[in-house]
């Protein structure tokens, strides 16, 4: 339970100096003096919430708080968890999807283990700053740790976008988990082609609650990005360096999550990210984008059909894995292989035994960076002759969203495969940069700083 005002000695003195949670104070902390921003209270007897200017959210008992000094009015209302968000008075209109995840987590008071538990009007509130930036709406649409997002899910966010958009939302954000985030950024890119305004998806590696959460600044360069930029794709903001100097955008079909607990754990892979943002607005770090007002109608295409997978070939598989799929009247396979797209002959004979049976059979590359190549050895001849089609450059798991969406479209196999050969959302790279792997991830300082010091 979030509550808007504080009680007991703290609300008093509150109510003496007219300050309610979401207006900025200055206070003296065991002989610091620092300015910070009320965060409503929780619960919690003798402790103040409080977010600090890099973002971090602290809570200090009463008794060593002196001093306390409210800065400026505040025109921020904040919403709490029983109450809708009330909207701010002016702004671009951006409308917030929630649909759980760490960004949206509170502890478990059993196990201690974070569950999917805050509402989209408690991120309001633990983030006020939000206020500033944009009108916002707020919907809760459901409340999933990433885990359990499935592509049924991906089709309800689809259609909640596509609802805003019409509702005229200069920019729409999704708060989603981690995990599985570059799925449905994948997904959405395929099922809303030619999106009028900025679509961003955003999660956090820390629940809004937790010291040194990437939430608060996540979501508002998220706001950012939707409520000011002029991009007209599916993106993903994240936190850029493990500090908190500014976020990247990256393209909604070219990200991955690389770390399992690091802030800084998206990436785009193969090619560069689209832009930077931080609290002096938005770098782009390239041209080649959609544009808003310069994009044919949005083409809603919302559909998927998850009969299909993704393996990845390891040394010891078993054919009879993908005898399984076949068998299961599955209709498609996405491979990660290894290199340049291979895997062993045993395999490759029962990917042909699969395709024989109607199975359609995708390749991708585990290394992630780099190309396949069906032509370099002969082991990728042979897999040609099988039946199996190359992607390039295209991840395994964006194969995999395209390749549930493409099953949704058409029966016709030779329509499938086109679909999943065409470039409809960059997800396919011509050119990747020259040393990306290494160090092309929009100037990150502790990665410039470690090149210097090795080149002395």
């Not at 478990?108 to 709406?137: F, H, I, M, Q």
Request: aromatic share 6%; hydrophobic share 40%; net charge neutral.
């Amino acid at each position: 339970m979030v509550d808007a005002e504080y009680t007991g000695n703290i609300g008093n003195l509150f109510r003496k100096l007219g300050i309610h949670a979401g207006d900025p104070i200055e206070l003296d902390v065991d002989g610091r003096r620092f300015a910070c921003v009320v965060l409503p209270a929780h619960g919690l007897a003798d402790m103040v919430r409080l977010r600090m200017p890099d973002g971090y959210i602290i809570g200090i008992e009463w008794q060593r708080i002196k001093n306390v000094r409210k800065l400026e009015a505040s025109s921020r209302q904040v919403a709490t968890a029983n109450q809708p968000v009330p909207p701010a008075p002016t702004g671009p209109d951006v409308v917030l999807l929630a649909t759980g995840g760490t960004i949206a987590g509170r502890p478990d008071p059993v196990t201690g283990g974070l569950v999917a538990g805050r509402g989209a009007s408690e991120l309001y509130a633990l983030v006020p700053e939000l206020a500033g930036l944009a009108r916002l709406k707020m919907i809760d649409l459901f409340s999933v740790l990433s885990e359990n997002m499935q592509p049924a899910h991906w089709v309800r966010i689809a259609r909640a976008v596509l609802e805003a958009i019409d509702s005229g939302a200069r920019g729409v954000v999704v708060s989603h988990g981690t995990d599985t985030l570059h799925y449905t950024a994948s997904a959405l890119s395929f099922m809303i082609q030619n999106p009028p305004v900025p679509i961003v998806l955003v999660g956090s590696q820390k629940s809004i609650d937790r010291p040194s959460s990437d939430a608060a600044l996540n979501l508002i360069h998220a706001v950012q990005v939707a409520s000011t930029s002029d991009i007209a794709e599916v993106v993903v903001t994240m936190f850029g360096p493990t500090s908190d100097q500014y976020g990247i955008i990256h393209r909604g079909t070219r990200v991955r999550k690389m770390h399992t607990s690091a802030r800084s754990t998206f990436r785009t892979i193969g090619d560069v990210p689209l832009g930077l943002v931080d609290h002096n607005g938005i770098r782009m770090l390239r041209t080649d984008y959609a544009r808003v007002g310069q994009t044919p109608p949005v083409q809603p295409r919302i559909g998927v059909c998850d009969r299909a997978a993704l393996l990845y070939y390891h040394p010891g598989m078993s054919p009879e894995v993908i005898d399984f799929y076949a068998a299961s009247k599955f209709r498609g396979l996405v491979m990660a292989g290894t290199g340049m797209g291979h895997c062993s002959d045993d395999v490759i004979n029962g990917l042909k035994r699969a395709v024989d049976q109607g199975l359609q059979v995708f390749m991708t590359s585990q290394t992630l960076w780099g190309t396949t190549n069906p032509y370099a050895y002969q082991t990728g001849r042979r897999l040609i002759d099988a039946g199996v089609t190359f992607l390039a450059n295209m991840l395994p798991e964006t194969a995999l969203a395209k390749l549930y969406w493409a099953l949704s479209q058409t029966k016709d196999p030779e329509s499938v495969t086109a679909l999943m050969t065409q470039n409809i959302a960059n997800e396919i790279v011509p050119r990747e940069p020259p040393d990306g792997y290494l160090v092309y991830q929009g100037g990150i300082p502790e990665v410039a700083e470690f090149l210097r010091k090795e080149r002395l």
